[in-house]
């Protein structure tokens, strides 16, 4: 793998991480409604989840999944689901969703959204494509060290994604701030939030991808 070939895949990461999807809406909706600790969390959860799927696509469990209609079908109605449950519980949750001022809580419920984003990109259908789709277009079959190719495309696909989703939870954060001091602006976020989860469940259960 060239150099050249190197970069373009980098710059190809960099637009697709940058494309709105259920893991950043998560991400954002956390770092809006909870601050920058919340969407750190979120960040590296996600980030975790993604090695999964780079996992089982070098292994031949994502072109499995997609291969099957009812695999593929269980996978995408899960992530659905698991996406409105977040939604209608932030939609029902009274008052804001700032974190608790107890040190062992707070990291408690860091904890809890690190595990909702890792559960909320290893749900999501649409990144075992990415790499099933996009990995290969950089490497070459003949190539004696393919699969270390594929790792190491993989491995840097998941730093772009993860500096991405940093420069997204300090900027979010930063523009937020304000809004998260007033209690009821702060429900008001967490509300919308939800709905939002809800809408892309729902649009998620019913997209053929």
């Keep these: 793998m060239s150099i050249h070939t190197y970069m373009l895949f980098i710059g190809a990461s960099v637009v697709l991480c940058l494309v709105p999807g259920p893991d950043m809406l998560f991400l954002l909706g956390q770092t809006v409604a909870k601050g920058r600790a919340a969407g750190l969390s979120a960040a590296l959860g996600i980030n975790l989840g993604a090695y999964v799927h780079l996992l089982a696509a070098i292994t031949g469990l994502s072109a499995l999944i997609l291969a099957s209609a009812t695999a593929f079908a269980v996978v995408k109605f899960a992530g659905a689901a698991y996406l409105i449950y977040l939604g209608w519980t932030a939609i029902r949750a009274k008052g804001g969703f700032a974190l608790p001022e107890d040190v062992g809580v707070q ?103």
Excluded: C, H
């Design 107 to 209: 990291k408690t419920a860091l904890r809890r959204i690190f595990w909702q984003g890792f559960l909320s990109d290893v749900l999501n259908p649409k990144v075992a494509l990415f790499y099933i789709a996009l990995l290969p277009q950089f490497v070459s079959a003949q190539d004696s060290d393919a699969m270390t190719q594929l790792v190491v495309l993989g491995v840097t696909g998941n730093m772009v994604g993860i500096a991405t989703s940093v420069i997204y939870v300090f900027v979010a954060s930063k523009m937020t701030a304000i809004l998260r001091r007033s209690p009821t602006i702060s429900a008001w976020m967490t509300k919308l939030m939800g709905a939002m989860f809800v809408s892309l469940g729902a649009k998620l259960a019913t997209e053929k991808l």
